[in-house]
Structures are given as C-alpha cells and as structure tokens.
Nanobody, 125 residues
Framework: QVQLVESGGGLVQAGGSLRLSCEAS????????MGWFRQAPGKEREFVGL????????SYADSVKGRFTTSRDDAKNTVYLQMNSLTPEDTAVYSC??????????????????WGQGTQVTVSS
C-alpha cells in the first residue's frame, strides 16, 4: 500500500510561482510512475503532468506546457510540481497519483493505483 500526501499549495498572485510536493510512503516509490491532476470548482478533473518511474519521461497538458515542470527525488520519496507564471485559471485542487511501473505512464486518473487527497492552489488576479 502506498500513501500520498501533497503539500505546498496556497494563495498566490497571478504571475507568481508555487512548488507542490507529493511524498509517498513505503519503499516502492522508485517503481512508481507519478501523475499530477487538478480539479477546479464545477469542472471535471484534468491531467496536468506526469513523470515516469525512472524520470526519463515527462508529459504535460497543453494548458500548462512551458509553465509547469514535474521532477522527482527518489531519495526523498517525493515528486514535485513547479508551477510558474500562474493565472487565475490555474486555481484548483491539485492531486498526485501513483501507478506501478509495470504499466505505462498515463494521463487518465482512473489508470492510477494510488491517489493523494489534494492541496488547494488559489491564484488571485
């Protein structure tokens, strides 16, 4: 079993930056593909970005490409989401998810095996 805990959310002005963290419990982090998703009020959850289990592959939604970057530190069992040039449209609850490396990285929430509770990001105009 893997537990995921996000942190780093908060209130930021448009144009600002935030770095989210997602720490995983257990010893299997190195064997996990990691994804980031977000859900704004009244909207469906959407894919934000992912990083493969070995860090060799990343992918991003078009809406965040060039502004967001995901990375991982296996020594800390943590994946990060660096968010720059934030806009009010980025306001949402951001959640991380983990998928075993036996399966390909995915941009679909339901494909993942473990999910975090999420952290709120609010961008003011």
């Amino acid at each position: 079993q893997v537990q995921l805990v996000e942190s780093g959310g908060g209130l930021v002005q448009a144009g600002g930056s935030l770095r989210l963290s997602c720490e995983a419990s257990g010893r299997t982090f190195r064997r996990l593909n990691m994804g980031w998703f977000r859900q704004a009020p009244g909207k469906e959850r959407e894919f934000v970005g992912l990083i493969s289990w070995n860090g060799g592959s990343t992918s991003y939604a078009d809406s965040v490409k060039g502004r967001f970057t995901t990375s991982r530190d296996d020594a800390k069992n943590t994946v990060y989401l660096q968010m720059n040039s934030l806009t009010p449209e980025d306001t949402a609850v951001y959640s991380c998810a983990a998928r075993r490396r036996e399966f390909s990285p995915s941009n679909t929430w339901g494909d993942y095996d473990y999910w975090g509770q999420g952290t709120q990001v609010t961008v003011s105009s």
